[in-house]
């Protein structure tokens, strides 16, 4: 198989990686550049201990072997190095706005006009570190879920400013590189993800708050009852099969809904007693010094999913 | 494997066609009742034809096979058969205030003191229908989520009056038969299932109906990203992995968390236009003469996914 373009990752850490793995899988040559040089070399290495690792284990993602992912992708020493050639950009640099804003500038100066300009974070809109720039209709946010090797969702965020020829460039990208994309055509906080997860949160909250039912409890409603569902259908899917068709749902529901929404009362801080409960219930379940062991097991529980998924997504 | 004890199901459709199959599964004898006697003779033919296809398909719940689980249920002809010496009454009659009133005081008249009476509703506090009577500290809503055979949890929902004694006696029941009871102290409207789907379809709304994303992609953020974590993890799990545990998280997001909060403005009715634009797109998807074989490969994934939950459960 022939390689594809190139592709260059600002930011060597664990996004940055798995940045590269996907894109690797897909073909693509890919650079990684880091302002601390000896990072480079160590998420180089830690790559392909874990490309090794999922090709023994059968989960390495794409047709070529791991041998040949590895060689694809290779450590830049400047920015100008990293960007030479390459067709789209993902910085993955720490949740700083203004490490966003210094990177993005830098980026502006030297990429050529057709660059694809993404970056992975999970809560600048951006326009905050685009609107000033001369290729400011090339920038998009790329926002990924943890763990993105496992979890194809992409949020592709739009600032004013960009223009649909790169977002249509971006979708196929991320398409042909097997994640799964969506468009956010308009700047929001939290982006669509992180809104929903809010949501259910300060619900989850205020419902253990007024002593209604157990931080276990409460996660169990997720993990062993509405979380099933909603690992394969989205809420607007669940809700169709739940009636007899969406309209059906809302001429049964739409009232009742609100009713119940409207009873639900204002958001809350999470602070305080409540919130001191929910850390210690957490803490019980899961101390700190083993939140990597979960991890891992989440990790394979996912692994095993998104076999599922596959195998089932003839339809 | 001896048999336990006696339960019996009132109304014989699909909610009490599962609990029927889920109980028989850990070896309870089950009677099912229904006001239309002929209705029970096919819920009887229909549970055989399941339990035997589950059973081919190597699908089958318990330790008992399918023959045996078929002889554990069998009809009734009167309320005061179905009782008759059973230990726990699980009501599954439609969804109709009025009807749910009737049958618990029927039930009320003729049952012994100990009897736990559960109704499968998913929308009526358990007061409504329990307050007058005589028995209301033995009645609790055990909510099953569909599909109950492959999704384990269950709302215990009490009422004011309902004992701890009984409320321990159901959820002892619902963990011997496999499922994942989880106890909500108080009535809250829409219980918490409810709540939760609620103010996920709400929000998703309003990012639909202000242009945000499309009604496509708002199902994707969740099938392809937030809900295959929720297929193992809850909520509050999710963000104590996500951080270094939950403090740290309270710690980094709470205030962002509120700001995006209440950046979202007021609950919205689901009518007009953007409900029809989302009735559309569901209906594009999946017309509604396809629901049927889209809720059977719905439960396809759910039996793997439940797999693969049973799998990996050790820790």
Redesign the interface.
């Known amino acids: 198989m022939e390689t594809k373009g190139k592709i260059a990752i600002i930011g060597s850490g664990l996004i940055g990686q798995s940045w590269a793995m996907i894109f690797a899988s897909a073909s693509y040559r890919v650079q990684l550049f880091d302002v601390v040089q000896e990072n480079v070399k160590k998420a180089l290495e830690t790559i392909e201990a874990k490309l090794n690792d999922l090709s023994s284990k059968k989960l390495l993602r794409g047709n070529i072997p791991a041998a040949k992912q590895i060689s694809l992708i290779t450590g830049a020493s400047s920015l100008s190095e990293v960007v030479e050639g390459a067709f789209y950009v993902q910085e993955c640099v720490f949740e700083r706005l203004d490490l966003k804003v210094k990177v993005f500038a830098d980026l502006d100066a030297i990429v050529s006009p057709s660059t694809i300009l993404a970056s992975s974070t999970s809560?600048f809109p951006p326009s905050k570190f685009s609107s000033e720039l001369k290729n400011r209709s090339n920038v998009l946010v790329a926002h990924p879920?943890?763990p993105p090797y496992?979890?194809?969702?992409i949020?592709l965020v739009k600032s004013p400013y960009t223009s649909d020829e790169i977002t249509d460039k971006a979708r196929a990208l991320m398409i042909d590189v097997g994640q799964?994309p969506?468009?956010?055509?308009?700047e929001?906080?939290?982006f669509?993800?992180?809104?929903?997860?809010?949501?259910?949160?300060?619900?989850?909250y205020r419902?253990i708050a007024?002593?209604?039912?157990?931080?276990e409890?409460?996660?169990?409603?997720?993990?062993?009852?509405?979380?099933?569902?909603?690992?394969?259908?989205?809420?607007?899917?669940?809700?169709?099969?739940?009636a007899?068709?969406?309209?059906d749902y809302?001429d049964k529901y739409?009232?009742?809904?609100?009713?119940?929404?409207?009873?639900?009362g204002p958001?809350?801080?999470?602070?305080g007693e409540t919130?001191k409960k929910?850390?210690d219930?957490?803490?019980k379940?899961?101390p700190?010094d083993k939140?990597r062991d979960?991890?891992k097991?989440?990790d394979?529980?996912?692994i095993?999913?998104?076999q599922?998924?596959r195998?089932?997504s003839s339809?």
Request: aromatic share 8%; charged share 20%.
């Open positions: 809560c879920v943890n496992f979890v194809p969702l949020e799964k969506v468009v956010l055509n308009k929001v906080q939290g669509a993800v992180n809104r929903i997860q809010y949501v259910i949160l300060m619900e989850c419902l007024d002593g209604v039912i157990s931080v409890d409460i996660d169990a409603v997720m993990s062993e009852g509405l979380g099933m569902r909603y690992a394969f259908i989205g809420p607007w899917e669940t809700a169709h099969l739940n007899n068709g969406m309209q809302f739409a009232d009742g809904i609100l009713r119940v929404l409207d009873d639900m958001n809350r801080k999470f602070e919130a929910i850390a219930q957490l803490t379940k899961i700190l939140l979960r991890i097991w989440r394979e529980n996912l095993a999913l998104s599922v998924k195998r089932n339809q």
